[in-house]
Structures are given as C-alpha cells and as structure tokens.
C-alpha cells in the first residue's frame, strides 16, 4: 500500500481530542482484558496469584466509579500536566510556520566572524581563542558521518558572544520558550562551535566531549546552560551552570592574547592563491627553456682518423653510417684489432663468420666491439678504425673541415644555450619577485587582520579592564550553538505605541527588526515591531531598530528623556552603514 | 537514581512521574495521572502517521491499553516514560499498517519542507515541494521516522533516539545521510531545470 503525504492538513482543536479522553473506559477495558486472560489459563482456579489477581480486577471494576469522583476533583492538577506537555508543542507549531530563517543577521554586513584552527583529530589540542577562552578537544573526538574515527585534520570554527552587540549581530534568537512561558535569555557568554574535514560536518564522537572554557565578565550564579535546537526554534534546557562552584572571579584583564590561528579575509586568500600559482608557473618556464634548448643544433665532434699501423690484423666491415655518424666520412676504413685482445689468433681472419657486429667499446668514438658469430661460436674483439695510405690523408681534410664546422656549431650553441638561460632566469627572477611581494603583502594583510581582530579583542574586552571575570565550562557533546543564560521575563511597566523619528523630525515605517537594549543586564529583547513597546521604567534602556536596510540607535539617555514623560516619540539617528565590523558596531551602540 | 531533566524542565518533574509510574504499578486506577499527562501527545503522534482521525483516536486507546498492561515492565534505566510510550505507539501504529490496511500518511507543513530546505542549504522555491514530497514518501520506514521526528514533530535528538532506540550520534548520522540523499535530488532538480 502507498504513503498518503498531507499538507497544512488542519490541526484536532484540543476539546476534540479531550471529548476522547476516557481513562473510565480505558479501566473497563483493562480490567475485562485481564479477566479474561485469567479465565483462558487452565490453571486460573488453581493458581493463587492468579486468583488473587482477578478477585483485584474484580474488586477494581467496582472502584472504577470511585475513580471517576477523585480524579475530576483534581482537574487543576490534570490542567497542568496538559500545560506542561502540550503548550510547547504548540508553540512550536507556531514558530515553525514562519517562512523566515531561523538565524539571519539583522545587519547583512554585520556578523560575529568565526575563528578557524586546525588540529589533528588522533592527537587532540587545547586551542586558545582570541578572548583567551580554551577549546580541549581530547584524542579521536571526531567521527566521521558513518560513525567511523576521523584521522588527520579537523578544522574547528568558533565564534563566542560576550554582549548585547554580538546578540544583535549575530541574529541568533534569544527568545526562549518554557512551557509556553515567553521570555528572553540573559547571557552569561555563548559559543557555536562546529567541525569540518575536507568541508564535510565531522560529528563528535559519542564517548567524548569538548570542553570549552569561556572567559566571561558575568559572574553571578545563577545561569543554566542551554543548546539551541534549530529545528524546533528553541532553546533546550541542559542543566544548571555549575561551573563557578569552587571558583573565585579574578580581577583585572584577561591575560595577554595568544593567536592559534589567523582568519583570513577575501584578500588574504586572494593573495594566497596568486603565491600558489607562481611555482607552476616557474615549472612551465623550465619546461619551455629545456625544450628550446633541445631544439638548438646539436654539435657533435668528429672522429679524427688514425693511421693503420703496419703488421697489425685487421678487418674489413661494412659500418652503418646512421648507427655510426662520426665513422661516415671515412671511406675504405678498416679495423685493427688491439693489442689488448689475448683471444685473438691468425686463424679467426681465416673463418668465414655468418655475423660480425660492431658496437659501441669502452673508449667512445676510439674504439668499437666486434662481436664474431659462426653457429654456437662467439668471438669478442676491440677493434680500431684506421685508415691506410691515401684514404688517411683524404679523411684528414674531411676531418680539418669537419671540425672547423663543428667550433662554429658549438660556439653558436653556446651563444644561444647562454641566451635562452639567460631570459629563463630573467623570467625566473621576474616570478619570484613577485611571490615575494605577494608574500609582503599577505603578511601586512595578515598582520593588519591580527591588528583589528586585537582591536576589536581589547574593545570587547575593555570592560573586563577593571571588572570580574570567571571562567564558564561548556561540555560539548555536539556541535552546535550552547549558551550560559538566565530566562527573564518581558518588561512590564510602562506601555508606549511608539513613533520613532529620525533625528527628531522624520517618521520611521517599515520596522524590521527593534531591538531593546537592557544597559545593566546582558539581555536583548527582540520586540515584534508591531506590538506596543513595553518597558519597566526602572530600567535603564537603549534601542536599536533596523528599517529600510539602514540601523538607528536610541541611547539610553534620549530613551529616558523621550519616554519618561510618556510621550510616545522616539528620536533616532541613524547608524553609518559603512559598519562592517562588531567592533564599530558596540562602539555605536555605545556598548 | 538520578534523572536527567533533559527535555521535562526540572529533575523533580522526572522524579514526580516516577513515583506515578511505581503508583500505577500497584494499581492500575493511578494510571490516570499519566494518562492525562500523554494523552494529547500520543494522540499526536498517532495521528501524524494516520490519514482518518477515528482510527488515530482507536489507537491512541490501543496504545495506552498496553501500556497499561505493561506497566510492570517498564523500570527508569535512562529512556524516560514518554519515550517507552512513543515506542508502543510506533509499534501499534505499524501493526496497524499491516493487519488492518490503515494507510500510511506523512502530515507536514510548507514551513516543515522549508526547514528542510533551509537545513540542506538550499533556498527553497514551489517545485521543490512536489519534489520533496516525493522523495519523503519514499523513503524506507525507518528513514521515514527520522524526518517525521525531527523535522515534523521538532524533537530533539536524545528524544528520536530513545524513540527509535539508537544512539544519539546514530540518529545524526542516519539523518545526516537523508539530508545529504535529499540535497543532491533538490541540486539535481535545479539543474535539469536550469
């Protein structure tokens, strides 16, 4: 039979599924099921605890009535459970219809960059952050989507969040929903770790964890840890954040930062790919000068005949003047047999051999082999190419000719050979000037990165300057993004319709995102733009609001001022959209 | 015994059902707490698998007649009581395909298959939906679940894989694989309709 696949099919309205409920029901049937089992087995009267079982059925069946009286006299009690288990599950039903991604940065230029390391997974590494923060990842943490243990390099990405601007930048919501009860989280610091090898997700491997031990400046006890489920849009309760017990806050600075790893940017890598592709480039250049020299004239010196020596043996061979070219020029040559072969005697000149072969001897171009064969019979000589009377003193002209065309051959190749060396090396230098100024400037790119990512480390850090910091441990089971929070709840207070005006004049519609900053907390509220702003006036608040792809910030002072005679005019002054960086971003924010 | 409090909020929460579960033991009449507290979401369950709602409400009956049964059997060693109850549900749901013909149904939403979408990396646009319905439906039982789990009923991992009886990175992993089956269709897709 096929799968039947229904969309938006309507939901059961909750009295529906309750008219259903019949737990009286259920225990009649329950009870008749268990009678009648008992009534199958041959044994039942016999068997005590069977017997004694029914006669239990039995007395319950009356009971049942009894049932029915206490039960619904504890239907608040029955309305909780339903409130604990059902509410959530709408809700999420609710969030789940929205069509928007569930962590967009409000901001597109704006994020919270991840920090890259690299680490080989059978050997583990405790990485350090750039807020000084520690990843301990232990031996083999990594598996890969078969569950198989990863080996070799792992690329860890990690951002973390330390305030008000990185919540806002980074889009990632903070609204929590706890049986149905609305509220935002408090942060007490937030990471999002994830792993990848050759650009594939590694998953953690199951008997393992990483610890992260963040740097934070929150150091009340009183945050739980939580893992964000980004399917169902909600944060997931984990356990409470014990990890201040035994711990005292430090004073002061974090200590002096240590860089594992750089991030690099568009330029960097850029840059990095026009090094790469300089050595190639190198290689081709020594492939063209090898082959340009290959097909320069070759200058091959030629043989300078000797004079036969009277009374030495001597054969007459017919020589291969392509396998030979430096004996072609010599007509009516002979071969002497050297005095240094013991095996030879008169006699081998008197044999007709069915094969005489000549090739290369030990001296090159001096002397040759002749290999001598009749049936089985194999002779081995050295032999000498000589000349005799008139063919001596007509080689040595070919031979005075020769050589003056061979100098010259040689001295051009030696001219051309120096050339083309010459422009390869030019070449050469050419290239790797150029991977040397490439390497400059990777290094000032990388050093003006390390710059601003100090920088923006030192700002984000500046509050620590001269508050409290502790250190929060985050046990990481999978990868994802983890939080140490404190739900609070929406403001309550005052309520305004707000008009917001920018710079005091010009109304501001189309509202897609407005954040309220809470100045003495580590909390965003992310309001719905359509629903009535709502605030405690004890607090003290800033606002940023997103509209028409621009960012307007209220500071606390003018919210104070413009709210506090309950006036519902709020004035804005628009952030530079240069802003590119969280840095500037808190800075405009006044964070 | 200690309880995690994963996904019940509070350890006393855990702690409560079990002393409701050890009640129910002694006798059946205090099953009614539990039943009360579930009812809604085994409906639900059964339900998300079921095309007619009358059978859904007939074996969400089934299901808590057995679990009333077996409510001796069940001892906390780590998979909680709604767990325990889902695979009952599972187990009666899938009886009920084979003896009784009921037909199988996959219920999701248009923003469940963006999720999807979303989850793949893919930006999601209208032919994809006839396409993801496709490919969902066919996918093995098992298979099947997974994506029901996760993206259409929005459980958490530990809670899929005390359902379906794996370990948690088992249930990554096998989802992990169907997404990656379902991203390749969808990318297929784009380009022949390029």
């Known amino acids: 039979m096929g799968t039947k696949f229904n969309i938006d099919r309507k939901p059961v309205p909750d009295e529906e599924i309750n008219s259903h409920k019949d737990f009286g029901e259920l225990i009649k049937t329950f009870k008749k099921q268990s009678i009648e089992k008992a009534r199958s087995d041959t044994n039942f009267l016999k068997n005590k605890k069977i017997t004694y079982t029914a006669i239990i059925a039995g007395a319950t069946?009356?009971?049942?009535?009894?049932?029915?009286?206490?039960?619904?006299?504890?239907?608040?009690?029955?309305?909780?459970?339903?409130?604990?288990?059902?509410?959530?599950?709408?809700?999420?039903?609710?969030?789940?219809?929205?069509?928007?991604?569930?962590?967009?940065?409000?901001?597109?230029?704006?994020?919270?960059?991840?920090?890259?390391?690299?680490?080989?997974?059978?050997?583990?590494?405790?990485?350090?952050?750039?807020?000084?923060?520690?990843?301990?990842?232990?031996?083999?943490?990594?598996?890969?989507?078969?569950?198989?243990?990863?080996?070799?390099?792992?690329?860890?990405?990690?951002?973390?969040?330390?305030?008000?601007?990185?919540?806002?930048?980074?889009?990632?919501?903070?609204?929590?929903?706890?049986?149905?009860?609305?509220?935002?989280?408090?942060?007490?610091?937030?990471?999002?770790?994830?792993?990848?090898?050759?650009?594939?997700?590694?998953?953690?491997?199951?008997?393992?964890?990483?610890?992260?031990?963040?740097?934070?400046?929150?150091?009340?006890?009183k945050f739980n840890m939580y893992a964000l489920d980004t399917v169902a849009k909600n944060w997931t309760y984990l356990h409470r954040d014990n990890s201040l017990k035994g711990q005292k806050p430090l004073n002061g600075r974090a200590d002096s930062v240590a860089f594992v790893n750089v991030n690099e940017n568009a330029k960097t890598k850029t840059l990095q790919k026009q090094i790469d592709a300089i050595p190639p480039k190198i290689e081709i250049e020594k492939i063209v000068y090898s082959k340009k020299i290959n097909q320069l004239p070759k200058a091959n010196e030629p043989t300078k005949p000797s004079k036969a020596i009277e009374g030495r043996p001597k054969f007459q061979l017919d020589v291969n003047a392509k396998e030979f070219p430096e004996l072609a020029t010599f007509n009516n040559m002979v071969f002497e047999v050297g005095s240094e072969n013991k095996n030879y005697n008169s006699k081998l000149s008197e044999i007709t051999w069915s094969s005489a072969e000549i090739s290369e001897g030990p001296q090159k171009g001096k002397n040759y082999l002749l290999t001598l064969k009749l049936r089985d019979r194999i002779e081995k000589l050295f032999v000498y190419p000589a000349l005799t009377g008139k063919y001596f003193d007509n080689a040595i002209k070919t031979y005075d000719i020769k050589y003056i065309e061979y100098k010259n051959v040689l001295a051009k190749r030696v001219v051309d050979e120096k050339r083309l060396k010459e422009e390869?090396?030019?070449?050469?230098?050419?290239?790797?000037?150029?991977?040397?100024?490439?390497?400059?400037?990777?290094?000032?790119?990388?050093?003006?990165?390390?710059?601003?990512?100090?920088?923006?480390?030192?700002?984000q850090f500046k509050s620590i300057g001269n508050q409290q910091r502790v250190t929060r441990i985050f046990q990481v089971s999978n990868f994802g993004i983890y939080n140490s929070d404190c739900p609070n709840s929406m403001p309550k207070g005052e309520v305004l319709n707000p008009v917001y005006l920018v710079n005091g004049t010009t109304p501001l519609l189309n509202l897609s995102y407005s954040f309220l900053i809470c100045a003495n907390k580590n909390l965003v509220y992310n309001l719905n733009t359509n629903e009535p702003l709502r605030f405690n006036p004890n607090e003290k608040y800033s606002l940023c609001i997103i509209a028409n792809g621009k960012t307007y910030m209220c500071d606390h002072e003018t919210f104070a001022n413009n709210t506090s005679n309950k006036q519902n005019k709020i004035s804005l002054k628009?952030?530079?959209?240069?802003?590119?960086?969280?840095?500037d971003f808190k800075k405009a924010l006044g964070i | 015994?200690?309880?995690?409090?994963?996904?019940?909020?509070?350890?006393?929460?855990?702690?409560?059902?079990?002393?409701?579960?050890?009640?129910?033991?002694?006798?059946?009449?205090?099953?009614?707490?539990?039943?009360?507290?579930?009812?809604?979401?085994?409906?639900?369950?059964?339900?998300?698998?079921?095309?007619?709602?009358?059978?859904?409400?007939?074996?969400?009956?089934?299901?808590?007649?057995?679990?009333?049964?077996?409510?001796?059997k069940y001892e906390y060693k780590g998979v909680p009581f709604a767990s325990w109850l889902y695979r009952i549900a599972h187990s009666e749901v899938m009886q009920s395909f084979r003896t009784r013909k009921n037909l199988r149904t996959v219920n999701a939403d248009i923003s469940d298959l963006r999720n999807i979408c979303e989850e793949v990396e893919q930006e999601y646009m209208e032919e994809y939906k006839s396409i993801l319905m496709t490919v969902i439906k066919d996918l093995p039982e098992d298979d099947l679940q997974l994506v029901e789990l996760r993206f259409f009923e929005k459980r958490q991992f530990k809670e899929i894989a005390e359902i379906l009886n794996l370990t948690e990175t088992n249930a990554k992993v096998k989802l992990y694989r169907i997404l990656d089956r379902v991203k390749k269709t969808l990318t297929k897709s784009n380009k022949n309709g390029n």
């Open chain 1, 61 to 221: 069946v009356l009971c049942t009535v009894t049932y029915f009286s206490v039960f619904k006299s504890k239907e608040t009690k029955q309305t909780t459970y339903d409130k604990i288990t059902t509410i959530p599950l709408q809700t999420n039903a609710q969030n789940s219809k929205s069509n928007k991604a569930f962590i967009v940065p409000p901001i597109s230029k704006l994020n919270v960059p991840y920090q890259k390391f690299k680490l080989k997974s059978e050997h583990g590494a405790t990485l350090k952050t750039q807020s000084n923060s520690k990843i301990i990842v232990p031996k083999n943490a990594f598996v890969n989507k078969k569950g198989e243990n990863i080996i070799g390099d792992v690329e860890i990405q990690f951002r973390e969040f330390h305030d008000q601007a990185d919540i806002i930048a980074s889009g990632i919501p903070m609204k929590y929903d706890s049986a149905g009860i609305q509220s935002h989280l408090e942060s007490a610091g937030m990471i999002d770790i994830k792993g990848y090898q050759n650009n594939e997700p590694v998953f953690i491997n199951p008997k393992k964890q990483i610890t992260v031990e963040l740097q934070s400046t929150q150091i009340a006890d």
């Open chain 1, 424 to 459: 390869f090396e030019k070449k050469q230098t050419e290239y790797l000037a150029e991977q040397k100024k490439l390497n400059d400037d990777l290094i000032k790119e990388r050093i003006k990165i390390r710059q601003e990512e100090e920088q923006q480390l030192a700002n």
């Open chain 1, 574 to 583: 628009e952030i530079s959209s240069d802003i590119d960086n969280v840095v």
């Open chain 2, 1 to 72: 015994m200690e309880f995690s409090p994963r996904y019940h909020h509070t350890a006393d929460m855990l702690q409560t059902e079990q002393h409701l579960i050890e009640a129910a033991k002694q006798n059946p009449e205090h099953f009614g707490p539990l039943y009360d507290k579930y009812y809604k979401q085994i409906f639900g369950y059964v339900y998300q698998r079921m095309d007619c709602k009358d059978t859904a409400f007939d074996l969400t009956s089934q299901v808590f007649l057995k679990a009333l049964t077996n409510i001796e």
